[in-house]
Antibody
Framework: QVQLVQSGAEVKKPGASVKVSCKAS????????LHWVRQAPGQGLEWMGR????????NYAQKFQGRVTVTRDTSISTAYMELSSLRSDDTAVYYC??????????????WGQGTLVTVSS | QSVLTQPPSASGTPGQRVTISCSGS????????VNWYQQLPGTAPKLLIY???QRPSGVPDRFSGSKSGTSASLAISGLQSEDEADYYC???????????FGGGTKLTVL
């Protein structure tokens, strides 16, 4: 079955960077967009960006431009989201999610289990 | 503030029908399809409705979606206690060139 498995929780200091991985299985990795969405504690969902693994092409939300980088390694069917210059308000659960077959560009299914990133001095 | 507007809360008693609205603009809901996600406490979001009114396999037909112009709605009939969750609408935005979400609606089953 289609599955996305993310890396484990991270604790970082302000100003540092974090890199979260998302390993895909059960489908052709290069054929579907992979998105990154985050959720701060008690808050809603916030889209960060996406990558098309076949070409490596990316789109980022304007809010994160210059601070987020999404990459992929097709040899191991894994996508990465790196966020730099971390601040306390970057503390959140970060999810990866795949665009679903037969849906539109915002139809995300399935989702990874989430990775908690805590930014604290 | 989110690009798509949802009421922060909704409630109903078991067996009732509740609706959750989602308002957008011409660059998102007005020109693209709407999706709904259900997030149970402590879990990842789950796709509930896609392409305005389609249910993925396994989603009960108690859940339905609709869209008109720049607004969309999620309806839940025969409300059950396990429906207590946060619900988010989402659509692609042509102007922002990205996915936009509503702020989420917390559904309470009384």
């Amino acid at each position: 079955q289609v599955q996305l498995v993310q890396s484990g929780a991270e604790v970082k200091k302000p100003g540092a960077s974090v890199k979260v991985s998302c390993k895909a299985s059960g489908y052709t990795f290069t054929g579907y967009y992979l998105h990154w969405v985050r959720q701060a504690p008690g808050q809603g969902l916030e889209w960060m960006g996406r990558i098309y693994p076949n070409t490596g092409g990316t789109n980022y939300a304007q809010k994160f431009q210059g601070r987020v980088t999404v990459t992929r390694d097709t040899s191991i069917s894994t996508a990465y989201m790196e966020l730099s210059s971390l601040r306390s308000d970057d503390t959140a659960v970060y999810y990866c999610a795949r665009t679903m077959t037969g849906g539109g560009a915002a139809t995300l299914d399935p989702w990874g289990q989430g990775t908690l990133v805590t930014v604290s001095s | 503030q989110s690009v798509l507007t949802q009421p922060p809360s909704a409630s109903g008693t078991p067996g009732q029908r509740v609706t959750i609205s989602c308002s957008g603009s011409s660059s998102n809901i007005g020109s693209n399809t709407v999706n709904w996600y259900q997030q149970l406490p402590g879990t990842a979001p789950k796709l509930l409705i896609y392409t305005n009114n389609q249910r993925p396999s396994g989603v009960p037909d108690r859940f339905s979606g609709s869209k008109s112009g720049t607004s969309a709605s999620l309806a839940i009939s025969g409300l059950q206690s396990e429906d207590e969750a946060d619900y988010y609408c989402a659509a692609w935005d042509d102007s922002l060139n990205g996915v936009v979400f509503g702020g989420g609606t917390k559904l309470t089953v009384l």
